[in-house]
Each structure stands twice: as C-alpha cells, then as structure tokens.
C-alpha cells in the first residue's frame, strides 16, 4: 500500500515542483519515484514550468535516450505520431534525432571541416526553423550568433537539378538573416594541407 503524504512533503512539493529542477524536488522527498510526486502533483492541481520541465540534463538524457532507440530500432522512425512529425516540420520541436540524418556515416570531407570550424563556435547539423509549411533546414554546420551557414558540398552539387534547389533553399536562408558559405570537398582538403605546410618542418 503506498505511504501517505505527510503535510511536511506536500508543502514541500508545492513549493518546489512548479520550478525547481527534477534533481532538487528529489532530493527534497527522498522515497518518492518521479512518477508518484507527478500523480500527487496532478492532484494538487500543480504544473511545471517549461523551463523547469525540461531543463538542460533533462533534454541531454532524452535526447540520448531517444538516439539509443532510434539506433537500435531504426524501423521506429516510421511509427512517430503525426503530431510529433508536424511539430518537427514546423521547427517548434527540434528533433533529437537530427544527428542522425539518414543514417549513414557523415562524409571525410565534413569530419575535415569541423576539426577546422569546431573551435571557432559552429554546430554541427544545425537545424533552423524555417517560416513555411516545411521542415526545418539542417545546416552542416551553423553558427546561431554569426548566423552563418558552412555546407560542405559533393560532386552531387554540380548537377543542375541540386543547383537550383540550393539557391531556393540559400535565398530562403538569407531571408531568415542567414549568410550562406559552399565549399566544395577539395577545398577542405587543401585548407587543411595549407595549414600543415605552415606547421610543418621544412
């Protein structure tokens, strides 16, 4: 039979569950599963704040939890609900399975590219929010205070149909206030040499 509330914990919950972080409020009621203070919370009419709800270690542990499954059962994908789908479209929800992408390794090209950006602040598969019906835009690699957009591009690039769709998707980009830099996989590899040479012994 589950113990009672005494009237010290549920003063106690009251005071920190609307705001506190999910470690504080379990620490203050030692005993309790999250799941039971949220059952006694609904019953006290109490709800959590946004920000405390989902707080930095909670989205790092969801976010990890969520790769993992979707990692090991690739075929759930397909199974998300359309609610969910709709809000990742529309960029409310940022999916925390964008560093997935399609599933396959990222290029040697890009690997080459964020030994290079990484210390100058750039996120690698950066998602923004588009303004449209559509889903959000995946950058290689986005810098949010610069608003800059570094895509590392293929041969694929060359070919007209993927032209025009990366001017659509660039023009698009640099309505949102977001400068678009492309450089083509050899490039990288070049820069990378040009800054060894200046290393290296002679």
């Not at 919950?13 to 999250?34: E, F, N, Q, S």
């Not at 397909?78 to 479209?89: I, N, P, Q, V």
């Not at 990366?166 to 977001?178: F, M, N, V, Y």
Request: glycine fraction near 6%; proline fraction near 7%; aromatic fraction near 6%.
């Amino acid at each position: 039979m589950p113990r009672t509330w005494s009237s010290q914990e549920e003063e106690l919950l009251i005071a920190l569950y609307p705001a506190a972080p999910r470690h504080d409020v379990m620490k203050a009621l030692p005993g309790r599963t999250w799941k039971a203070i949220g059952i006694k919370a609904s019953r006290l009419w109490l709800s959590r704040s946004k920000e405390a709800a989902y707080d930095l270690e909670t989205k790092r542990r969801m976010r990890e939890a969520a790769i993992k499954k979707y990692r090991e059962h690739p075929e759930l994908r397909g199974h998300l609900s359309a609610k969910t789908k709709a809000l990742y479209r529309a960029g409310v929800l940022k999916s925390p399975l964008a560093t997935l992408g399609n599933g396959q390794a990222p290029p040697p090209y890009e690997n080459l590219a964020w030994v290079l950006l990484e210390p100058l602040g750039f996120q690698r598969q950066y998602c923004v929010a588009s303004d449209h019906a559509g889903p959000p835009y995946k950058l290689d690699f986005g810098h949010p205070e610069l608003k800059l957009d570094v895509e590392i591009d293929g041969t694929q690039h060359a070919e007209t149909r993927i032209q025009e769709r990366d001017r659509e998707r660039d023009a698009h980009l640099a309505s949102l206030g977001w400068r678009v830099i492309r450089i083509r996989n050899h490039t990288v590899s070049a820069a990378l040499m040009k800054i060894l040479a200046k290393r290296l012994p002679e």
